[in-house]
């Protein structure tokens, strides 16, 4: 599976949208990019996916640059409740489930 | 519902004790990992299995055994072997076969080994 980088931490204005970015340059061509997120003390919760079309459902929008070497998760209007850890995971889709490595994502807080 | 159970969520052991942490899932899911993580940190990966009485080891791997006798349960073994194991353990499960897919996370079991 592709390494990916995220930056640590980010801050956000309730009510405001929040932009998380992640870099993964090494991505192959069948791995899709997932986007995961960790309220303390819980399991990680799934959020969104895509390949290489940006995608949008009722929790954010996912953007995928052209070369796909990264990526920016969109939560359109942040609320208290949106403060998590934000993970970003490249993964191959079909039988090749892979190893589905974490790594240590961004602390996203959101402030009043 | 269906869903991914793990059990217990707190669990406490003595030093230099075996302790097995219990994951079973409903979905009719055929890969399922378990992952460490400790205070302020990501997860990493211990153990998967993409199949029945087959698993993989993952990045930690020492210390730890797991077997995978049944499609819906994959228990994670802490052995005495493992020299720090206090921390949270999370098991995850998804389904193969398809195009792409989401992985489901159970709750969590944190273990505290004095």
């Known amino acids: 599976d592709a390494k990916t980088t995220q930056p640590p931490s980010m801050d956000c204005a309730e009510g405001r949208a929040a932009n998380l970015p992640c870099n993964h340059s090494t991505i192959s061509g069948n791995e899709y990019v997932y986007w995961y997120r960790q309220i303390h003390s819980q399991g990680p919760q799934y959020i969104i996916h895509g390949l290489k079309n940006n995608e949008t459902n009722e929790m954010a929008s996912l953007i995928i640059t052209e070369d796909r070497k990264s990526s920016t998760l969109i939560l359109p209007h942040a609320t208290l409740r949106d403060t998590a850890v934000y993970y970003c995971?490249?993964?191959?889709?079909?039988?090749?489930?892979?190893?589905?490595?974490f790594g240590d994502g961004t602390t996203l807080t959101v402030k009043p | 519902d269906g869903g991914i159970t793990q059990s217990p969520k707190y669990l406490f052991r003595k030093e230099g004790q075996n302790v097995t942490l219990s994951c079973e899932q409903n979905l009719n899911h055929d890969a399922m990992y378990w992952y460490r993580q400790d205070p302020g940190q990501g997860l990493r990966l211990i153990y998967y299995?993409?199949?029945?009485?087959?698993?993989q080891k993952g990045d930690i791997a020492e210390g730890y055994s797991v077997s995978r006798e049944k499609k819906e349960s994959f228990p994670l073994t802490v052995t005495s072997a493992q020299k720090n194991p206090t921390a949270f353990y999370l098991c995850a499960s998804l389904t193969t076969g398809m195009s792409d897919t989401e992985a489901f996370f159970g709750q969590g079991t944190r273990l505290t080994v004095v």
């Open positions: 299995s993409h199949i029945v009485n087959d698993f």
């Open positions: 995971i490249v993964r191959a889709g079909r039988t090749n489930a892979g190893k589905s490595t």
